[in-house]
């Protein structure tokens, strides 16, 4: 399996807009974080998590050809944004599968009625196929894939693990019942906002706290604010099998 980092950095991706903070001037590219995804390949198979404000720009950085289809973390813009730019998949390979927890699919249906809409659809409008997940594990291209229920302060977050692989964003808390799902989990991935503590994400504390319960051989953090450091400082000061993802970085597992 195959892990690409599409995008690694917090809801208003860095640099910030307008902002003069020395991490959003920084020249080097791991500084430079898009919104939150990650595509994921095996034999046959081609899924990306999310689907934030800047998948078009994702998708030809890294040149996805193809993809099977789009799992949902949750329904918060930074994740979801960019749900009409899956046209050019549509155009070529027909409506396009979805994964997501009903609260997210009908969420949906409200912001993007015209890709759902029944009658009078524009016809270059986004088609898809909706599946709801419902915190049970299910299969796909040959892999089982289960999701794992955690919380964004109040609100409830799938990740998702694939094998010994598992995904976990825009996570505060989790209850013990999912944190079993991780068991024998060798490749984490997982949120880190910032040193400060934030209501609804890691902080960079918490998630090394975290990391130390699932024991992960290595761990990878994402969901970065620039608020967070340098990666080339941050970085130094990680345990040996932490590392701060950045933007285009593949993984193989
Ligand atoms: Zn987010």
């Not at 208003?12 to 500084?31: A, E």
């Not at 993007?112 to 898809?128: H, S, T």
């Not at 049970?136 to 990740?159: M, N, R």
């Not at 290595?218 to 932490?242: C, D, M, Q, W």
Request: proline share 5%.
């Amino acid at each position: 399996m195959k892990v690409t980092f599409l995008g690694t950095g917090t809801s208003q991706g860095i640099p910030v807009i307008g902002s003069k903070h020395p991490v959003c001037l920084s020249t080097d590219n791991r500084d430079k974080r898009l919104r939150v995804s990650v595509w994921v390949q095996w034999e046959g198979a081609s899924f990306v998590i999310d689907c934030g404000p800047d998948f078009r720009q994702q998708m030809l950085v890294n040149n996805v050809e193809r993809i099977d289809g789009i799992f949902f973390t949750h329904e918060h813009a930074d994740h979801t944004a960019g749900i009409d730019d899956i046209r050019p998949y549509v155009f070529r390979q027909g409506a396009l599968p979805i994964y997501a927890h009903q609260r997210v699919l009908n969420e949906f249906h409200k912001r993007f009625e015209y890709v759902f809409a029944q009658e009078n659809r524009y016809p270059g409008a986004p088609e898809v196929v909706a599946h709801q997940i419902d915190n049970t594990p299910f299969e796909l291209k040959g892999k089982t894939i289960v999701p794992i229920s955690v919380w964004h302060d109040t609100l409830q977050v799938f990740g998702f693990r694939i094998d010994c692989f598992a995904y976990l964003t825009d996570m505060k808390t989790i209850d013990d019942s999912e944190l079993e799902k991780l068991k024998g989990v060798k490749v984490l991935v997982v949120n880190a906002l910032r040193e400060e503590p934030h209501a609804s994400h890691f902080n960079l504390e918490e998630a090394l706290e975290f990391i130390n319960i699932v024991k992960p051989e290595r761990a990878y953090l994402t969901h970065i604010s620039h608020l967070l450091g340098f990666h080339a400082e941050v970085e130094k000061k990680l345990p040996k099998n932490v590392f701060l993802a950045f933007d285009t970085l593949t993984i193989d597992i």
